[in-house]
């Protein structure tokens, strides 16, 4: 009586589990990154098609060197670092140099996300680590733009953003929206990436209540400063499609890692975005602030996440009636 | 969109079809049963018999002095062959009787009380339903007679009748609500005028329309108020239930008599019927066996004591490697190290896994999706909570609520990480119980 079964396994309940797998999330977010990624590279020519594949294969390595040398298992077959190789060249002007993108793939895996613990424990968006590294290493490469294939009669080379700045020009929408225009890498086609967010909302692979908060504060915002000095400042729209905004808003914000874990927090996260990113394009030094945003931001995310607990069942007022 | 429900829960699939639509049948019964004298939440009972005695079916076997406890009867007629500690679905090792069955069914019954219910006075009922060793059979064990004497201060305006059954492979509550819907609400009226209930409510999941459907006809203007719940777990957890048909909230640390409410399984009401109307305490109970390791899923009625490895003989044995053997659901339900232990008072099931894959697979950190934060019922936050519990930072985790977790796993369910959050949970509940006995001394 009562002999024990070696063979039953004794694991705590639940006993079933869902078919959700972080692997199964990176591809998809891999995925539907493809469509622009394509596009970026009939864009701009081969040299972005060897960016990509040089940043993805560093990222590779220096993610397998890292989690070999912390004698972790597991990492390197999720995927995520093929979405930080993916992301950083998206973030990067069509020329930048080859050395540069594995100097930028290694900071990204090495000091963005391997130093914190590894996934799951970064703090910073790798790729914007990466990025953001870059743009102090390499001033003037990293704001050398060149022009699509496709692109709209009469823009010259420079970013809509910075011909909005410094030169007054303002670039058409739906050149911005389709993606004949100059700008880094990914952020040419705001159509395609959004369409492969939509698909991530509906997986639940991305917290929709970040992009959306950011896209509405900055067109708030952008109306605001609009209906102050339209001839100064540019209307909501171009806000919107201008710039890594929408890229950053999608898949750079919405890092699951590095955002906040609550629905209020995630409102809170995005509303600071938006605020950023508009203060900076119109009042700081710099054409593009979505990057800084977003990084700036993900500092705050455990403060944020903090003061964003959700009230407790059975707590509070709401059961007092 | 259905109007009752609760904010947070999962959808799993429900793999009810396996057991669905076989009828309750009788389990055989075995050599030798195994009854342990711990059934339920409370003081643990005494033997009242002795090795190389004779029980009658119905009599007392284990008793306690303490209230919060509950009386256990033999099932069956026989020979007490010794008494002594034998594993329990939970874990231990427990006091138990073990009993040869003689064949003889020979009865000691408690005197049947009738079903008049308005000749029937509340204490009478009360008293029967401790003296039948009744116990909330949807899982939880707490003995009813106890949850039936609420405090002066904290009448009892609603009382809920639990009949959503909202575990996967489950299908023992649907049954008894399709073979016997009229006992379950005869159960109901009682517990309701035991209680003094002012409106008794019947909720059964909207999956089960057929059940539904059953009580509907078999009512006859008695006055109880049937809803349909939206299907999803864990909508069968009492706070739950509680919100989604009254709106109301069980505090934090309270009871559903707080709330003036009283939330009782269809299989305890049917055993409440049963010992009040025949005088049958409870010596068996319906479960279902099932998963995709058993050849033939079904229900049955089984005595207390007979071992699982009887009834899955009797339900054409075991098919592949099995992985896990669980008393229970496979969202809450322990899993088993043996074949041997003994079906008791809370065992709504009996599930047999397949060995696969996931079953032995590592987790990795957690990538806060917030998927986790998306479905607890209890609006917790199990990824914080996961992580606080492996930096064994257990004070804290009382300030994210960690005493609020009812452990109903839909966090674990849906972690793409695979992170064993309810074990961590479970892990710190006792860790915080203890630090706060430190400090109480
Ligand atoms: S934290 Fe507790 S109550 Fe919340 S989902 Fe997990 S097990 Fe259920
Ligand atoms: S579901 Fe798992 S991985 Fe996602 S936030 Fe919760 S604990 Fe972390």
Known sequence: ?321 | MNLFTFKGGVHPPYRKEHAKDSQIEIAAVPDQLVVPLVQHIGAPCAPAVEAGGTVKEGQVIGQSDAFVSAPIHAPVSGKVKRIERALHPLGQKVLSVFIEPDGADEKEYLKPLGDTIDQLSSDDMKKRVMEAGIVGLGGATFPSHVKFSPPKDKPIEVLIINGCECEPYLTADYRLMLEKPGDIILGAQMIGKILGAKEIVVAVEDNKPDAFKKFKESDAGKGIRYVLTHTKYPQGGEKMLIKAVLKREVPSGGLPMDVGVVVSNVGTALAVCEAVRDGKPLIDRVLTITGNGIKKPGNYIAKIGTPVSSIIEQSGGTVGTIGKLIVGGPMMGIAQSSYDVPVIKGTSGILLLQDEKYMKEGHLPCIKCSFCVQVCPTQLLPSRLSILAEAEKWELMEQFGVDDCIECGSCSYVCPSKRPIVQLIKTAKLKVRDIKARENK
């Not at chain 1, 022009?147 to 009669?153: C, K």
């Not at chain 1, 955002?259 to 394009?281: A, E, W």
């Open chain 1, 1 to 321: 009586m009562g002999k024990e079964n070696s063979s039953l396994i004794l694991s705590t309940s639940p006993h079933i589990k869902s078919r959700e797998s972080v692997r199964n999330i990176m591809i998809s977010v891999i995925i539907t990154l493809l469509p622009a990624v394509v596009f970026s590279i009939y864009q701009f020519g081969i040299h972005v098609l060897i960016m990509y594949l040089v940043s993805i294969a560093t990222c590779l390595v220096s993610e397998w060197v890292a989690v070999r040398l912390r004698k972790r298992p597991f990492s390197l077959y999720d995927g995520s670092a093929i979405i930080t190789g993916m992301l950083l060249v998206m973030v990067l002007p069509p020329k930048f140099p080859i050395y540069g993108v594995i100097l930028g793939a290694v900071v990204s895996i090495v000091i963005g996300k391997q130093i914190f613990g590894g996934l799951g424990y970064n703090i910073f968006n790798p790729a914007l680590i990466g990025r953001a590294f870059l743009a102090a290493t390499y001033p003037v490469f990293i704001s050398s733009w060149a022009t699509p294939r496709l692109v709209f009669d009469g823009i010259t080379a420079a970013t809509p953003l910075a011909g909005m700045k410094f030169d007054g020009i303002m670039t058409p929408y739906s050149a911005m929206f389709f993606g004949r225009i100059g700008g880094s890498i990914g952020e040419t086609s705001a159509v395609l990436l959004i369409i492969g967010a939509i698909y991530l909302i509906i997986k639940k692979y991305i917290k929709w209540r970040i992009p959306l908060s950011i896209f509405v504060t900055v067109a708030v915002l952008g109306e605001i400063f609009h209906l102050i000095n339209p001839s100064k400042y540019p209307d909501p729209l171009f806000h919107l499609l201008a710039g890594g905004l929408m890229i950053g808003a999608l898949y750079m914000a919405t890092d699951m890692v590095t955002s906040p874990i609550t629905n209020r927090g995630c409102i809170f996260f995005g509303v600071g975005i938006g605020c950023l990113v508009v203060v900076i394009r119109l009042l700081g030094g710099l054409p593009e602030g979505v990057m800084y945003a977003i990084l700036f931001m993900n500092a705050f995310v455990p403060l944020i996440n903090r003061g964003t607990k959700p009230r407790i069942f059975g707590t509070g007022e709401a059961h007092e009636h």
